[in-house]
């Protein structure tokens, strides 16, 4: 399962992390969360978006080649922030570096781990009650992603190993296909489904294939050229196939009604009885 790969990868990742020096956020692009309680509370909770770090304005520079290599990673030293938090808000913050903790790694990443076993427990459940049917399947790997995405969610950013961006990036990827696999199989199979499974998920798999693809070369090129753009894509993806699953389903609810009332009007004509089955 690429949950269980990501369980081992984000475990991996810990295991490494834990006891050396911490500066005390995770970067996505400029974007910072806390990695320990003590960042967070010196002005990082909900997150912020750099501006500058140690003196130097990162406007317009590369991440990876410019801000990463200015960041002080020395236990006992400290690195200066000028900070936008959401509501553009500006603020200076110190941030020391000191050993990472378990207790810090609870802290920031506890809460989406957690909520990532959840995720699949309710598709492994689901599956072994109703194995190999289309809709346990679909619900399957609506979870597993969606889990493998949580797990690694601030284990897979920034200036992390290769392994983790690359699981974490195919799982984005992967999220705007698993939706539109969920979308025909509930709250019934789609014809689509029935008859041509195979073609069918093999197409919508390669297009979250294709954008795992994407992403992974964004990060490796620092979002050069149009792939700068990936992240108004990921959003629009992201928003169109919960609105195309809505309506679908909104449409099926209606045929539901539409055909449950029917039956309803027939019976009490023909038979003089309201069916309770």
């Known amino acids: 399962s690429v949950y269980v790969l990501g369980v081992v990868l984000v475990s991996a990742s810990a295991l490494e992390r834990v006891g050396r020096p911490d500066v005390g956020f995770t ?64 603020s200076e913050i110190s941030i020391p570096v000191r050993d990472l903790r378990w207790g810090d790694v609870v802290y920031a990443e506890g809460g989406a781990v957690a909520l990532g076993a959840l995720f699949f427990m309710v598709g492994a459940v689901t599956f072994a009650l109703r194995p190999w049917a289309v809709e346990s399947w679909a619900l399957l790997s609506l979870c597993s992603v969606a889990a493998g995405f949580l797990t690694m969610l601030l284990s897979g950013v920034g200036p992390a190993k290769p392994v983790y961006v690359i699981y974490f990036r195919s799982m984005v990827g992967l999220l705007a296909a698993v939706p539109i696999h969920a979308g025909l199989a509930f709250p019934v199979a789609h014809p689509w489904l029935l008859r041509g499974r195979r073609r069918v998920l093999t197409g919508i798999y390669a297009l979250g294939l294709l954008h795992a693809a994407a992403q992974i070369t964004a990060w490796a090129t620092d979002y050069a050229g149009w792939l700068r753009y990936i992240g108004i894509i990921d959003t629009s993806l992201l928003l169109a196939v919960p609105l195309a699953f809505h309506e679908r389903s909104a449409g099926n609810d209606w045929i539901y009604f539409d055909s449950l009332a029917w039956v309803v009007r027939s019976s009490v004509l023909h038979y003089g009885v309201f069916p309770l089955h």
Do not use: I
């Open 27 to 90: 970067m996505d692009g400029l974007s910072l969360s806390p990695s320990r309680r003590d960042a967070a509370d010196s002005g990082l909770r909900g997150g912020a978006r750099m501006l500058h770090v140690n003196g130097f304005d990162v406007a317009g520079q590369s991440v990876r080649a410019e801000v990463w290599p200015r960041l002080v990673r020395e236990a006992g030293k400290t690195n200066e922030l000028v900070v936008e938090k959401p509501g553009r808000a500006v």
